[in-house]
């Protein structure tokens, strides 16, 4: 493996054990330390359903794909699995640490065999109720091949015996239309909640009446399958149908995952296995009675204050006032949006405002991840409605949001809204929004530029930033990149906004090596770097040339980050920490130095290679200088986190930032009272 880089996927399980962390962190409120299981257990899912697919398919390629990496995926697929265990036998030890920590606050998980009788009496009536009739058992023989099981769910491998027979089956838990914890009766101020597993591991008797055997019991497995789409560009092909076909080859994936209970009988898992056509190479990963953590994200709350996070209210900007025209400030100075730290709304309240306003003509918008029940889809209906042109860009490739992007694009379209489908061969991860205004026959266009998706529901918990600007240097060109979506694709010339495929990865470039020239004539040079991911090579060998030169380069990276800081002659001038936080860090701005006239932009893209070369980003330069400010001043109040921040280096040991003599600084809610203040 080079010394000079680490692979993306191996740093990206360093990052989900930055998540495990706070899981184990006693200093965590013990309800968001589950929740924190249930983060990493998520993220561990689409990794295997996206990275490890991805890595078992270049494996095939032979030593083609060492070329195509720089690195051996058989290799790294190993190191993986290695690493999986060990991180799966901590989060073990964690669950079962928290287990005991819940039953000091008078809150047990219990099992069937746990009941009493009025709990049992409960749990007999919710499955007779609820249950039983959303429970489908498929018998497994040796000459039947096994149904095509959901990637994702949870199966309950069910083993029937008696003294002289044995048979098998399989029953998907239905944790997608019940929840997987049920709250039981209380006793004596204690609360008692139960796995919808167990409630059917309860009542499996009434499931198999039909046969005699003296045990039924039952283990939980979990299959995990590649979940990349194979989109062939076929201009003779509608693209909708063919992202619908790939969506159902997708629900037919590879398997690239089994997990099990580890106290399954061996015919049983030798069966299923078989079955599945796993071999020795797989990741085939033993684990406890449960499976899907993730539901742990919803886990119900007990009632107990102190267990969880005191929500941070969102502040509103000062300059926005309630039942004033949003328009009208924008007009006069640029404002900057932090999120959460704002509330969203804002964004809301101003499409509203431009459905209204008689002298708005339309509304043009791209529209990548939606939230469940999106009030930005609600605001351009009406706009519609009211007689605006509306157009929006909707990314159909948003991975694992693509169905629910087609319904939302044929809502949009089914009530005139004009509906773009993207780019063919390129993502549109752009965050745009452009509203123009006519009147007296002067146009004024108003943009918001972000580094987050326009939706209301991650904007409560990832950090992301949205500039709202009449400022002609940007409209004009936002104006052009929606022509680009609209006319052919026919590239434009961008004096101010820097767009990839095309642009991007010179810029950054550019900037590098101006640091870098200015570090030479002894003058003073820096690069400071809030991504979410940094793993273009030819980036880091730029910013390994920058320290060669002198730079000094800071990094805030939340994950992936390929570069090694801290090596003698290579990286010296290189620093990085990464957060994990309450919130998910998801902002990105970049400043340099240049002499002391320092650049800053803001930007939807990471410094990967999939942003820089296959996507249509924007990065958007900051001109006012309050604003310029205002980032600077996150910037600094972030890197001096010294609770939430973790140390990158060569042994990703994720140390923590120490406190040393330095007040307490935990960035998140130091940015939080910053902004309180009225910034």
């Known amino acids: 493996m080079n010394k000079k880089y680490i692979p993306k996927e191996i740093s990206w399980l360093s990052f989900n054990a930055r998540v495990l962390q706070e899981a184990e962190n006693k200093e965590t409120p013990l309800l968001e330390r589950f929740k924190f299981l249930g983060i990493y257990s998520n993220n561990l899912d689409e990794y295997f359903r996206v990275r490890v697919a991805g890595l078992k398919r270049l494996s095939l390629l032979s030593s083609k794909s060492k070329e195509i990496l720089g690195y051996s995926p058989k290799a790294t697929l190993k190191t993986i699995h290695e690493i999986v265990l060990s991180h799966n036998e901590k989060f073990e030890k964690i669950y079962s640490g928290l287990l005991h920590e819940l039953a000091k606050h008078n809150t047990h998980i219990i099992n069937e065999k746990q009941l009493n009788q009025e709990q049992s009496e409960f749990v007999r009536s919710y499955f007779h109720k609820e249950v039983r009739t959303r429970l489908m058992p498929f018998l497994i023989e040796k000459e039947t091949t096994l149904p095509n099981l959901t990637d994702d769910a949870i199966y309950l491998a069910i083993h029937l015996s008696s003294s002289d027979k044995k048979r098998y089956a399989l029953l998907e838990v239905p944790s997608n239309v019940l929840p997987r914890f049920v709250v039981l009766p209380e006793k004596d101020d204690n609360k008692y909640i139960i796995f919808l597993d167990d409630i059917i591991r309860f009542g499996l008797k009434e499931i198999f009446f039909i046969f005699d055997f003296d045990d039924i019991s039952a283990y939980t497995i979990k299959l995990t399958k590649d979940a990349e789409l194979d989109i062939v560009d076929d201009i003779s092909e509608n693209y909708i149908e063919k992202l619908s076909k790939s969506l159902q080859l997708r629900k037919r994936g590879t398997p690239v995952r089994f997990i099990y209970d580890r106290t399954i009988p061996a015919d049983l898992l030798k069966m299923i296995t078989k079955k599945l056509n796993f071999g020795p190479d797989d990741a085939i990963i033993p684990s406890n009675r449960y499976h ?45 949006l932090f999120f959460p730290f704002h509330p969203f709304d804002h964004f809301i309240d101003l499409l509203r405002e431009a459905s209204l306003d008689p002298y708005v003509t339309s509304i043009q918008i791209t529209l990548y991840r939606l939230a469940r029940n999106s009030s930005v889809i609600n605001a351009l209906l009406n706009a519609v409605r009211n007689g605006k042109s509306v157009t929006t860009v909707v990314e159909l490739q948003a991975r694992f949001d693509e169905e629910a992007n087609i319904l939302w694009g044929n809502k949009l379209r089914e009530e005139g809204v004009k509906v773009i489908y993207g780019v063919p061969g390129l993502k549109v991860h752009s965050k745009l929004c452009l509203i123009t205004r006519l009147k007296s026959n002067v146009t004024q266009r108003y943009a918001a530029v972000g580094t987050g998706n326009f939706n209301e529901d991650t904007a409560r918990v990832y950090t992301d930033m949205l500039l709202l600007t009449t400022d002609k240097k940007i409209t004009n060109e936002v104006f052009k990149a929606f022509n680009f979506f609209s006319v052919n694709y026919k590239k434009d010339n961008f004096y101010h906004l820097v767009l990839s495929p095309f642009f991007l990865r010179n810029k950054i470039i550019l900037l590098i090596e101006n640091e870098i020239k200015n570090a030479k004539e002894g003058r003073k040079a820096y690069i400071y770097l809030k991504l979410n991911n940094l793993t273009d090579i030819e980036v880091i060998d730029n910013l390994y040339e920058a320290s060669k030169a002198g730079v000094k380069i800071k990094l805030i990276v939340r994950g992936m980050l390929s570069l090694i800081p801290g090596i003698k002659k290579l990286s010296e001038k290189i620093e990085a920490i990464g957060i994990v936080d309450r919130m998910l860090e998801h902002s990105r701005f970049f400043i340099f130095c240049d002499g002391g006239n320092e650049q800053t932009y803001i930007s939807s893209a990471d410094l990967m290679t999939r942003n820089l070369d296959h996507r249509i980003e924007v990065t958007c330069p900051i001109f006012d200088k309050t604003i310029k400010c205002e980032i600077r001043k996150l910037f600094e109040i972030q890197w001096a986190d010294n609770v939430k921040a973790r140390i990158f280096d060569a042994t990703q040991s994720n140390t923590f930032v120490r406190q040393g003599k330095n007040p307490v600084n935990q960035s998140q809610i130091e940015v939080y009272n910053w902004i309180k203040k009225g910034i």
Do not use: A, Q, T
């Open 292 to 336: 899907n953590f993730k539901d742990f994200m919803n886990f119900p709350n007990p009632g107990r204050k102190k267990l969880f996070n005191e929500p941070l209210v969102p502040i509103p900007h000062h300059d926005i006032l309630s039942g004033k025209s949003i328009l009208s400030v924008i007009k006069k100075k640029d404002i900057m």
